[in-house]
């Protein structure tokens, strides 16, 4: 079976249960960011092994024009 889960960003309680749920089904999880402004970078999970990863590239108009991940 296929699954896509749409979310926010990859923090870690929800990679483990993405990691645990892509052992028993085809399963892609779309994040809308790397990461939020208020969390530090670095509590962050990002080496993925049971499922795929993708990642939106938001655009924000504010930003001088450029492609950004939604962070500061």
């Given at each position: 079976m296929k699954v896509l889960f749409l979310?926010?960003?990859p923090s870690p309680y929800r990679v483990d249960f993405f990691e645990e749920l892509g052992k028993y089904v085809d399963l892609t999880v779309l994040f809308e960011r790397l990461h939020a402004k208020?969390?530090?970078r670095d509590w962050h999970k990002?080496?993925?092994k049971n499922f795929r990863a993708d990642f939106l590239i938001c655009w924000r108009s504010h930003a001088?024009?450029?492609?950004?991940?939604g962070g500061p």
């Amino acid at each position: 079976m296929k699954v896509l889960f749409l979310t926010n960003i990859p923090s870690p309680y929800r990679v483990d249960f993405f990691e645990e749920l892509g052992k028993y089904v085809d399963l892609t999880v779309l994040f809308e960011r790397l990461h939020a402004k208020d969390r530090e970078r670095d509590w962050h999970k990002l080496a993925f092994k049971n499922f795929r990863a993708d990642f939106l590239i938001c655009w924000r108009s504010h930003a001088g024009g450029k492609l950004s991940d939604g962070g500061p």
